[in-house]
């Protein structure tokens, strides 16, 4: 999953980027509300974290301009501002949810689990489609045959990524914007690994290839 971060604190905004990336999260990290803008037009992001108090365009308008696009993106709000009416003009001006700084890093991860879940419709930390789920806090993947599957952190970003919506095809590049944030380096047969090494764990039905279009897990069964 890619999340956009807007933090124009370089502390505060390393610290998140570091807790992103150990949560097998691609995280891409901008510091004002013109850059956040540009990111979101040009790259599918999975959530936004947004500061309040940015430079130039402040954190409200940002998400004014977010929701105003149509953009549907979830979106948790960062802030260090305690006033009732700032939380409360995010809240209906479109964000998801909100955590107030200081924060503790679980609870920033488990927040985020939360508003993706409502925001897929399901009330448990779970992915699946019948034939594998995916444990969002453990990181274990299940099928019929084996339960409690560790999974390194791509294969799980991976799966992830299809799971969210399955029985829809995502291609290479679709599935190298999900796992990899600016600057990581792709090697040009990551996503084949990554799909190989997953089957070989769960099983090779897991992940159906389609010809020259990409790769998925079958819809709900
Ligand atoms: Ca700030």
Do not use: C
């Amino acid at each position: 999953m890619r999340i956009l971060l807007v933090e124009d604190d370089p502390m505060i905004g390393d610290a998140i980027q570091g807790a992103l990336t150990d949560a097998s999260y691609a995280a891409d990290w901008v510091k004002d509300g013109l850059n956040a803008l540009s990111a979101l037009d040009t790259q599918h992001y999975d959530m936004v974290l947004l500061d309040l108090g940015l430079p130039g365009k402040d954190g409200l308008e940002v998400l004014a301009s977010i929701r105003a696009r149509n953009n549907p993106v979830p979106l948790l709000i960062l802030t260090a501002r305690d006033s009732l009416d700032d939380r409360l003009r995010g809240l209906d001006g479109g964000a998801d949810d909100y955590l107030l700084k200081p924060f503790d890093m679980a609870e920033l991860l488990a927040r985020m689990r939360a508003v993706l879940r409502r925001k897929s419709g399901s009330a448990l930390p779970l992915l699946g489609n019948g034939v594998v789920s995916l444990d969002l806090l453990t990181k274990q993947a299940s099928t019929d045959s084996q339960s409690g599957i560790t999974l390194s952190s791509r294969e799980f970003a991976l799966l992830q990524a299809l799971l969210i919506r399955p029985g829809a095809i995502l291609s290479r590049s679709e599935l190298e914007d999900r796992l990899y944030g600016w600057g990581n380096e792709v090697e040009s047969n990551a996503i084949e690994f990554l799909i190989h090494s997953v089957r070989r764990k769960l099983g090779s039905h897991i992940i159906k290839n389609v010809r020259g279009m990409g790769w998925m897990v079958s819809k709900n069964v």
